[in-house]
């Protein structure tokens, strides 16, 4: 088992920046996709970007060109900076990373971005 911990989130003004960090218990070498979905009450979770253990990256067409995921293997952690943020982005971000049988969630972490 593997635990993924969430933090970075808070309250922002439209136009600012963010950093979110996903620390995970143990080696996220093991997972070949990580990722970070979000949730805005009254929607269904959504993935905003995912990242495989060779580099390939996706986005969401609504972050694009704003948002960066990467992982860092030394610190076990996966991270997602988010610039420009605009208040459509205000959501619980939650991170995911995937191995064959299992889906590893963490708690999430609340993003608002005030207009």
């Known amino acids: 088992q593997v635990q993924l911990v969430e933090s970075g989130g808070g309250l922002v003004q439209a136009g600012g920046s963010l950093r979110l960090s996903c620390a995970a218990s143990?080696?996220?070498?093991?997972?070949?996709?990580m990722g970070w979905y979000r949730q805005a009450p009254g929607k269904q979770r959504e993935l905003v970007a995912a990242s495989t253990r060779g580099g390939t990256t996706n986005y969401a067409d609504s972050v694009k060109g704003r948002f960066t995921i990467s992982r860092v293997y030394a610190k076990n952690t996966l991270y997602l900076q988010m610039n420009s943020l605009k208040p459509e982005d205000t959501a619980v971000y939650y991170c995911n990373a995937g191995e064959p049988g299992y889906n590893y969630w963490g708690q999430g972490t609340q993003v608002t971005v005030s207009s």
């Open positions: 143990g080696s996220i070498i093991r997972f070949d996709a």
